[in-house]
Nanobody, 119 residues
Framework: QVQLVESGGGLVQAGGSLRLSCAASGRTFSSYAMAWFRQAPGKEREFVARISWSGGYTYYADSVKGRFTISRDNAKNTVYLQMNRLKPEDTAVYYC????????????WGQGTQVTVSS
């Protein structure tokens, strides 16, 4: 079992920055990949970024590439999403997810944190 708790969401003006955190507990954090997803009102959940168990590989959706950075601290059991140059279209509930099988399927999810970007 893995428990995930996100934090760091809030209201920010366009062009601003936020850093989301996701604290994990349960299984050995350094053994599995992590990702961030988001869901805007009336839209389907979409992939944002993924990081390998070691942190050595990262992947991003085209919509956030160059603006967002995913990272992890395995000593703190935490994954981060640094979001810069935020746009109103980044407004969504952001979820972290764990891929404990390392097969790009996510079997554990956090409760989500709201990010609102005002224009």
């Amino acid at each position: 079992q893995v428990q995930l708790v996100e934090s760091g969401g809030g209201l920010v003006q366009a062009g601003g920055s936020l850093r989301l955190s996701c604290a994990a507990s349960g299984r050995t954090f350094s053994s599995y990949a992590m990702a961030w997803f988001r869901q805007a009102p009336g839209k389907e959940r979409e992939f944002v970024a993924r990081i390998s168990w070691s942190g050595g590989y990262t992947y991003y959706a085209d919509s956030v590439k160059g603006r967002f950075t995913i990272s992890r601290d395995n000593a703190k059991n935490t994954v981060y999403l640094q979001m810069n140059r935020l746009k109103p279209e980044d407004t969504a509930v952001y979820y972290c997810a764990a891929d404990t099988t390392n097969r790009s399927t996510y079997d554990y999810w956090g409760q989500g944190t709201q990010v609102t970007v005002s224009s």
